[in-house]
């Protein structure tokens, strides 16, 4: 026990190597990962709403029927909730973005 208690105190900048290197690296790789994410997410807003601009010039007025957003948009979505016990609104946890009331989700998301 003595000798592995030697190797350590002999070895000590491994310990410190450990600790903020590896962590930076981790820290790193999520934040990469995150900001991919994200990019997805946002190119993918944008070509809704350049699809919903079509569909608005070819319809050729803003009250015509809209393709609704498939299942994959906003999935990560939390309600806002009044005190009378209503949806107000619905918060995207991914973009923090607010949506309407009306906003369509998946059962399985509420």
């Known amino acids: 026990m003595i000798t592995v208690f030697d190797w350590l105190l002999a070895h000590w900048y491994l310990w410190w190597l450990f600790l903020f290197f590896f962590e930076g690296v981790r820290d790193f790789l999520v934040e990469t990962w995150d900001s ?10 944008k070509e809704l709403k350049a699809r919903e601009r079509i569909a608005r010039a070819e319809a050729g007025t803003g009250t015509a029927a809209l393709p609704v957003p498939g299942p994959c948009v906003h999935r990560n979505v939390v309600p806002v909730i009044s005190k009378a016990e209503e949806v107000v609104a619905w918060l995207c946890k991914t973009c923090d973005e607010k949506l309407p009331a009306n906003w369509a989700v998946r059962e399985e998301d509420l």
């Not at 991919?36 to 807003?45: E, F, S």
């Open 36 to 45: 991919i994410a994200r990019g997805r997410h946002k190119r993918r807003m």
